[in-house]
């Protein structure tokens, strides 16, 4: 299923850091290995297809543009969700 007007775009993950035993930064770029583009607060939703059907989850962005760093999110690993458990094992 897809909303009329929703605009997604594919992102790669281009490394990812062990923070902690239950964390991990993931660092973004569009999928064509070209820099995210973003603002500082910003976030971003993933869709996850499981079982047909779409799940979104969102991440707030761990990194600064004002440093000029590559986007990325920082991940904990969650008892009980789905996809924290997924990213992090």
């Given at each position: ?44 939703t ?17 990194s600064?543009?004002?440093l ?12 009980n969700?789905i ?7």
């Open positions: 299923m897809s909303l009329a007007g929703t605009f997604y775009k594919k992102v790669r993950i281009s490394a990812i850091r062990q923070e902690t035993a239950n964390v991990k930064t993931f660092v973004l770029e569009q999928a064509d290995g070209q820099p995210l583009q973003y603002a500082a607060g910003q976030f971003i993933f869709v996850f297809k499981l079982a047909a059907k779409e799940e979104r989850r969102s991440y707030s962005l761990s600064s543009p004002a000029n760093e590559p986007a990325a999110i920082t991940v904990k690993r969650v008892v969700g996809y924290s458990r997924h990213l992090i094992d």
